[in-house]
Structures are given as C-alpha cells and as structure tokens.
C-alpha cells in the first residue's frame, strides 16, 4: 500500500451534492430553486393537473357515455388458437381452466369466452365460462362437448 493507491472505504463516499449548506459547497444560496416565486418558497405544492391557472386537461375534454360498473369482462380464445395448441401438443382431449392456466392462455381468476374464428378439427370437451353461438356449433361439429361452468 503506497500514498498513490489509497481510496476510501466503498460507500463512505456520497456522490450527491448537498443543497443549503454555505456558498462553499456550490449549491448554497437559493439551493438550486432560482429566484423569488411560488416553486422557491418552502411548503410549496402543487394540485394533480394543475397548468397555472390554464383550464386543466381533464377539464378541457369532452366527458360522454356511461361506463357500466358490473361489466364483466372476458378473455376472449379462438379455436384456431385451440387447433394451434392441439397440433403442438399442448393440449389433449380436455380443455378447462386449469389446462388454460398451464398453457398461459388465461389467468386463473379470468373469465373465458371462446371465440368462432378459425377452424377446429380436434374433437374437444371445454369446459369455459361462456361460448359464442358459433364457436358452440363448430365444437360440436368437430364431435367435441362444450360445457358451461
């Protein structure tokens, strides 16, 4: 160990600038906060969305519709995304909610829909939350079962 080759400990050495401590430490004075005005003052804050007296932005747009509270909103899969886990193998004769969870089709606490887009060739039992009219018919069609939890 020479003189050239000292360092301090790790950690003991802050890199920030402490603000408010003497013209000295180059950060005295107004401690970084400019001149005069609300922003310099100590206890200042500011509302959400507050623009200076400027109409704020969520006031500015139009408000329109309504927004139903008790909708429940479903994860929608297609049959052709079933086809497509069946031809890879991931999904055998069975399909609910625990083979949707393993095949990160849908989360556990999800509502399912299966959709009618695409077609199904393997014949599957599904067992979901609901089903399309069509997406009824063509499991049937295909010899499946699609049941309603």
């Known amino acids: 160990m ?12 802050k890199t920030r600038k402490r603000i408010g401590r003497g013209e000295g430490s180059g950060k005295g004075g107004t401690s970084t906060r400019g001149h005069k005005g609300q922003k310099s003052r100590s206890g200042y804050s500011q509302k959400i969305g507050f623009e200076g007296g400027q ?22 899969i297609n049959l052709d995304k079933l086809q ?9 004769d069975v399909v609910n909610m625990e ?3 393993a095949t ?16 199904l060739k393997a014949k599957l039992e599904i067992t979901v939350h609901k089903f ?5 018919e063509a499991i049937e069609k295909a010899g499946g079962k699609a049941v309603t939890l």
Do not use: C, H, W
Not at 2 to 13: D, E, I, M, T
Not at 132 to 136: D, E, P
């Open 99 to 101: 083979v949707l969870v």
């Open 132 to 136: 399309t009219a069509t997406a009824k």
């Open 55 to 76: 109409m704020p932005l969520q006031r500015r747009v139009p408000k329109f519709g309504f927004t139903n509270i008790n909708r429940k909103e479903y994860n929608g």
């Open 2 to 13: 020479q003189l050239n080759n000292l360092r301090p400990a790790k950690g003991s050495v």
């Open 104 to 119: 990160k089709l849908a989360r556990k606490n999800d509502l399912v829909k299966i959709l009618g887009r695409g077609e």
């Open 84 to 92: 497509e886990f069946v031809d890879n193998g991931k999904i055998k």
